[in-house]
């Protein structure tokens, strides 16, 4: 048998750090490689594997609201609304993220989904999982290769026309806090070459401190290049 990995997430830079999430049904090593009941492409994940996931992420059911919205950073949200589409953009453009936007956004690209699967025939969308701080999409299956395929592609247009940049909304807030001890190392560098910095700054207002978007801005990747040595990341 062969099982195709399909990973529906979003790589954004927040402080130079890539990040994915959003992770479709083979996301969890173990089942790309595991044979269906039958011959075919993809499989449905096992419940033990959806436990484990929230129980990786330290969430429960009862932690599915763990805020009922967060703020997307304001250096941030500029970028992620050119980048969004027009239907992301009606959710992120007041620069909040709630939960019932970040869910409703997930259905949307699930919908878009089931539905590309309707049109190739053969294939099953699994159900999702939505428990803990981020749904997770439940993958598809087919026993025809060229179905599974067209599938394939469908979603990750589906979950970058509805929900990618909605999830980074949702995700910035936390990974900058995530990034704080850098971005204060990377300031006090700065500050020590005779910087203005504001606290709390961003890496991009790090990086404006220095220098204008164009010319070489050296100091602040020396300062970077240390903070991330002394930190040992």
């Given at each position: 048998?062969?099982?195709?990995?399909?990973?529906?997430?979003?790589?954004?830079?927040?402080?130079?750090?890539a990040?994915?999430?959003?992770?479709?049904?083979?996301?969890?090593?173990d089942?790309?490689?595991?044979?269906?009941?039958?011959q075919?492409?993809?499989?449905?994940?096992?419940?033990?594997?959806?436990?484990?996931?929230?129980?990786?992420?330290?969430?429960?059911?009862?932690?599915?609201?763990?805020?009922?919205?967060r703020?997307?950073?304001?250096?941030e949200?500029?970028?992620?609304?050119?980048?969004?589409?027009?239907?992301?953009?009606?959710?992120?453009?007041?620069?909040?993220?709630?939960?019932?936007?970040?869910l409703?956004?997930?259905?949307?690209?699930?919908?878009?989904?089931e539905?590309?699967?309707?049109?190739?025939?053969?294939?099953?969308?699994?159900?999702?999982?939505?428990?803990?701080?981020?749904?997770?999409?439940?993958?598809?299956?087919?026993?025809?290769?060229?179905?599974?395929?067209?599938?394939?592609?469908?979603?990750?247009?589906?979950?970058?026309?509805?929900?990618?940049?909605?999830?980074?909304?949702?995700?910035?807030?936390?990974?900058?806090?995530?990034a704080?001890?850098?971005?204060?190392?990377?300031?006090?560098?700065?500050?020590?070459?005779?910087?203005?910095?504001?606290?709390?700054?961003?890496?991009?207002?790090?990086?404006?401190?220095?220098?204008?978007?164009?010319?070489?801005?050296?100091?602040?990747?020396?300062?970077?290049?240390?903070?991330?040595?002394?930190?040992?990341?």
């Open positions: 048998m062969k099982t195709r990995v399909t990973t529906a997430g979003v790589a954004i830079l927040v402080l130079g750090i990040r994915f999430s959003g992770v479709s049904l083979a996301a969890m090593a089942a790309a490689g595991r044979p269906s009941e039958e075919g492409y993809g499989a449905a994940p096992r419940e033990s594997e959806r436990s484990a996931a929230t129980s990786a992420e330290g969430m429960t059911e009862d932690a599915n609201a763990s805020a009922a919205e703020t997307i950073p304001t250096a949200l500029p970028v992620l609304l050119r980048q969004a589409s027009e239907y992301e953009r009606s959710l992120l453009e007041d620069g909040v993220v709630t939960r019932d936007e970040l409703g956004a997930f259905q949307a690209a699930n919908s878009c989904i539905s590309a699967a309707a049109g190739a025939g053969s294939v099953t969308v699994h159900e999702p999982d939505l428990r803990g701080d981020e749904p997770r999409f439940g993958g598809f299956s087919s026993q025809d290769k060229a179905s599974f395929d067209a599938v394939g592609e469908a979603e990750l247009d589906c979950v970058e026309e509805f929900y990618n940049h909605v999830l980074a909304g949702w995700g910035m807030r936390s990974a900058y806090a995530a704080q001890p850098l971005l204060a190392a990377i300031a006090d560098c700065l500050a020590m070459r005779g910087y203005a910095v504001a606290p709390g700054a961003t890496r991009v207002e790090l990086a404006l401190a220095v220098g204008n978007p164009g010319p070489p801005i050296p100091d602040f990747y020396a300062c970077e290049a240390e903070a991330i040595a002394k930190l040992g990341r």
